[in-house]
């Protein structure tokens, strides 16, 4: 049976036959009938019968007819079936474009990325292919490279060790202080790697530098052979290229580096190997120290020791110690002071002569004692019509013996008992040395001349190691005699401060933070400010120095000169003194 068939939202079916006995059921009430299946239904009608009630239409193929129900049944008119058959065509039409799309799209989309990834598959193809004839085409000299590392790779590894080995040794050794090897030497038996060390470093380091210049090039040259033997002219460059990144990286930065971090069990491990090879190598590291000499001589020059230690790298130690928390900042600025000293002169730390507490020697013992009660001094100079002309000493122990005799304090001049001499001193003497004096003779006070023999102050043992630990102050000190003794800073507004007369450079230096001209002669501010105006002051006047702030850095050598010159204006400020 010939019928094409249609679908739609409609809800009313109908059942239809034909000459035979099968039938179907339809969803839609309207039918398509191919002009083939009308001709033969015309010789074979059939009815179709709906069973459901009140059928609309009841149609004989062929010949159109009433059925049972007589008039109650119409037919459909055509020309409305086929215009509705024609809209519903067309959406038909419509979706199944959309699907056409949808479908196509999908397939270019899939296509492409087979396409793409078939480019890349073919690209890995080619590459691979490329990596597979350069393998086979370096194939040869790649065997040959291996052979020739299997024959000498053994010997260049040795090579190598023992390039790294002279690198560890020279880093080790030069990296320990000499103190640090003569504390280990020390502490080791007679046949002590240190001791062997300590003995002679020259000949050990002179032993190291022609190891490692000789595996170094006795390395180089055995890869340069083999790589010229196989590459031909272009294996020079190869060569250089490998070694120097092999010597680099393997003999000189790593080794090195490990010898910094572990210097002293470094030099355990090399220092005995070092010598037994420098027993050895003596007669070349004779010739080539003598040499070395000579050569020295040649442009003028001479080997000279150098100490163990300088001041610079020693105060270097103390302010790594000091920031490491090794020692405390009194410490490092007390072990500063004592390496200071013996620079300083005595004109720098004596008390000046019109701040001297001295008597006349005609005084009676109860003005001496009177003296005592004020300024509670042990000790007091005694002078003769001047001040300046000192006799000797007067000590407040002696006075006990008259206490207790109140006619014979009154009768008694403190220049007779005064009976012991002063001590002179220069004031161009260095403190070391007083310090030494003071112990030496068992004195604690001596009285300053200068260069024509007049007395310009006093200096006493507590000066001398107040250099060292600072200033020391008495229970009886009151802050009157302390700021006269040390002076005082005092911040009277921004930027604008109180300074004493007495109070020394050093101090006024590091609380403004300024630096003062190089070789100056003054050592507190009252000379400063005498030697800026250049005669004495009166109170009320003033003067404008320019004055460098402190801890600045040194400029480069090589900057321009306008950077200089601005360099300059910034690290310079103008003060205004005003007495």
């Not at 196509?104 to 073919?122: M, S, W």
């Not at 720098?348 to 109860?366: G, K, N």
Request: with cysteine; net charge negative.
């Amino acid at each position: 049976m010939e019928m094409a068939l249609e679908s739609s939202i409609l809800s009313k079916p109908s059942f239809f036959s034909s000459a035979k006995s099968s039938a179907f059921l339809l969803f839609n009430r309207n039918f398509k009938y191919p002009p083939k299946f009308l001709s033969k239904t015309n010789h074979n009608p059939a009815s179709i019968i709906s069973s459901f009630p009140n059928p609309r239409v009841v149609k004989a193929f062929g010949v159109p007819k009433t059925g049972t129900f007589g008039s109650q049944a119409r037919l459909g008119s055509l020309i409305e079936e086929n215009e509705e058959l024609g809209s519903y065509q067309n959406l038909i039409f419509v979706k199944r474009g959309i699907l056409v799309a949808m479908v196509c799209g999908v397939l270019a989309f899939g296509c492409k990325r087979v396409f793409a990834v078939e480019g890349v598959v073919n690209a890995g193809y080619g590459v691979i292919g490329q990596s597979i004839l350069l393998l086979k085409n370096a194939w040869p000299k790649l065997s040959m490279l291996l052979k020739v590392f299997k024959e000498q790779g053994l010997v260049l590894t040795a090579l190598l060790g023992l390039s790294a080995f002279f690198s560890m040794a020279e880093t080790a050794i030069t990296t320990l202080w000499p103190w640090k090897i003569r504390e280990l030497a020390e502490k080791e038996s007679e046949d002590g790697v240190f001791k062997m060390l300590r003995s002679d470093v020259t000949r050990f380091l002179t032993t190291i530098l022609i190891g490692t210049t000789v595996v170094n090039i006795g390395a180089t040259a055995l890869v340069t052979d083999a790589a010229t033997a196989i590459f031909g002219e272009a294996g020079v460059s190869a060569a250089t290229g490998v070694m120097t990144v092999a010597i680099l990286l393997l003999t000189e930065i790593t080794p090195k580096s490990i010898a910094v971090h572990n210097p002293t069990e470094v030099a355990r491990f090399v220092v005995r190997p070092v010598a037994w090879l420098s027993v050895i190598l003596y007669p070349v590291g004779r010739v080539v120290t003598f040499l070395s000499m000579g050569m020295l001589k040649i442009f003028g020059l001479k080997g000279k020791s150098e100490p163990y230690v300088t001041e610079d790298e020693l105060k270097l130690m103390l302010r790594g110690a000091e920031l490491s928390g090794a020692i405390e900042e009194e410490e490092q600025d007390m072990i500063e002071n004592v390496l200071e000293i013996k620079d300083t002169h005595v004109r720098e730390v004596m008390t000046p002569l019109v701040d001297v507490v001295a008597i006349d020697a005609s005084s009676t013992l109860v003005e001496f004692h009177n003296l005592w009660l004020t300024h509670q001094y042990s000790r007091v100079p005694v002078f003769e019509q001047r001040v300046d002309n000192i006799v000797g000493i007067a000590y407040a122990m002696d006075l006990l013996d008259y206490v207790t005799k109140g006619e014979v304090l009154e009768s008694t001049t403190v220049g007779d008992m005064a009976h012991k001499p002063a001590y002179f001193v220069p004031d161009s003497m260095l403190v070391w040395n007083l310090l030494r004096e003071f112990r030496i003779r068992k004195v604690h006070m001596a009285v300053v001349l200068n260069e024509y023999g007049g007395t310009v102050g006093l200096v006493t043992l507590e000066d001398v190691v107040e250099e060292i630990v600072g200033e020391i102050f008495d229970e009886n000190d009151s802050n009157e005699e302390i700021q006269k003794k040390t002076g005082y800073i005092v911040m009277r507004a921004e930027g604008i401060f109180d300074v004493d007369a007495n109070t020394s450079i050093d101090q006024l230096s590091e609380d403004l933070n300024i630096k003062m001209p190089e070789e100056h002669q003054y050592e507190t501010v009252s000379g400063f400010v005498c030697e800026a105006f250049g005669y004495i002051p009166r109170t009320g006047e003033s003067i404008k120095v320019v004055l460098e702030k402190g801890n600045e850095e040194e400029d480069d050598e090589n900057a321009e000169a306008g950077s200089d010159q601005q360099d300059m204006k910034e690290r310079h400020q103008i003060y205004k003194l005003e007495v």
